[in-house]
């Protein structure tokens, strides 16, 4: 099995609204969010934030992990099991320019949309959970 890190970048709308961002797989062009594998001399939570600039060209501040999902990797050598831990993030900046740019289409959704759109069952309860982790009193 695959140990991979992720976040779901969340920001309030003008009007106030909690919105994610999505980012397109590069393959597949399924809409996920932005994860990868452990980086060398990272935390799990460090790993996640530089794939949130790399893939979506966000940067924010990491809450701690809210859960894991799992998925299917596809890989040249055939179908892995990776499990995913995910950190909310809030977004304190969104960049024009970023690392895979060219590569990913970056979306924001409201929490139900987002959650509806993954293929990911677990990732969807966990958009969910984001979303009432914020307007929880």
Excluded: C
């Excluded at 009007?15 to 994860?35: D, F, K």
């Excluded at 999902?69 to 995910?86: C, F, L, M, N």
């Excluded at 924001?108 to 009432?132: C, H, M, N, R």
Aim: charged share 25%; net charge neutral; glycine share 8%.
């Amino acid at each position: 099995m695959i140990r991979q890190y992720g976040v779901i970048p969340y920001r309030r709308s003008a009007n106030g609204a909690i919105e994610v961002m999505l980012v397109t797989s590069r393959e597949t062009r399924r809409w996920v969010i932005p994860r990868g594998n452990p980086i060398s001399g990272l935390t799990g939570a460090q790993s996640a934030a530089r794939e949130a600039f790399e893939e979506a060209g966000v940067e924010g501040s990491l809450a701690d992990a809210i859960g894991t999902y799992a998925y299917d990797k596809r890989k040249a050598s055939g179908i892995v099991p990776a499990e995913v831990t995910v950190y909310p993030m809030a977004v304190s900046s969104v960049l024009d320019d970023w690392p895979e740019r060219h590569e990913r289409e970056r979306r924001w959704f409201a929490p139900g949309d987002a959650a509806a759109a993954v293929d990911e069952a677990g990732l969807g309860v966990l958009v969910i959970k984001v979303k009432q982790l914020l307007l929880a009193p």
